[in-house]
């Protein structure tokens, strides 16, 4: 069974742009999340997304966003970028109702 | 304010001896707590977890025990292998939060042979 696909694996922006990263959770798995990790914070978490819904959200600006199609596959889009939000993006899925969650390897954001 | 410390950023452990990662937590209300580890340039992998009913839950050469009253849980692993080398996370929840995990900065663990 393929695992949590998240493309791109590197990204370079500039301040003020947006940006979307893309997340493919494991066959069957109807929950999505994200998280963010820094060196400073380590990993938070961003929202969850379960059949095409936010589920919850984590304490993260309104710049930061996502969403989740019928096929459980979830895009976050990220507006007006800061340096701040230089991260590691990963993304987890998890069968309905269980937090053992299978993460992605993430997306390296940078912005310059 | 942190809710989930690991206060240990890293632990060195020769090859065969046990392994204590520790993992605090201030959030009376977390009920469930989980153990993940991190390999370089991949996401992290679930480990172990424990729900707050009980005191010991053990897979293979990984335990997790859970004190609640010191709000204190840790993951011994035992035998250690140089495989083991790698970031543990110590991870809590509370059930209405679905998969919103609080997550420890987490601990170097490395293996020496």
């Known amino acids: 069974k393929a695992g949590v696909t998240q493309t791109p694996r590197y990204l370079i922006k500039t301040r003020g742009q947006q940006v979307t990263l893309s997340c493919s959770p494991i066959?069957?798995?109807?929950?999505v999340s994200w998280y963010q990790q820094t060196p400073g914070q380590g990993l938070q978490f961003l929202f969850e997304y379960f059949s095409e819904t936010q589920r919850n959200k984590g304490n993260f600006p309104g710049r930061f966003s996502g969403r989740q199609f019928s096929n459980s596959r979830s895009e976050m889009n990220v507006s007006t970028l800061e340096l701040g939000d230089s991260a590691l993006y990963l993304c987890a899925s998890s069968l309905e109702d269980s937090k053992k969650l299978f993460f992605g390897s993430g997306t390296q954001l940078s912005v310059l | 304010d942190q809710q989930v410390k690991q206060n240990s950023p890293s632990l060195s452990v020769q090859e065969g001896r046990i392994s204590i990662l520790n993992c605090d937590y201030t959030?009376?209300?977390?009920?469930?707590f989980l153990w993940y580890k991190k390999y370089p340039a991949e996401g992290p992998t679930f480990l172990i977890s424990?729900?707050?009913?009980?005191d010991k839950n053990e897979d293979g050469r990984f335990t997790v025990f859970l004190n609640k009253s010191a709000k204190h849980l840790s993951l011994h692993i035992v035998p250690s292998q140089p495989g083991d080398s790698a970031v543990y996370f110590c991870a809590a929840s509370v059930n209405q939060a679905g998969t919103a995990l609080i997550f420890g900065k987490g601990t170097t663990l490395s293996v020496s042979s």
């Open positions: 959030n009376s209300m977390f009920d469930y």
């Open positions: 424990i729900s707050s009913i009980k």
């Open positions: 066959s069957g798995h109807r929950s």
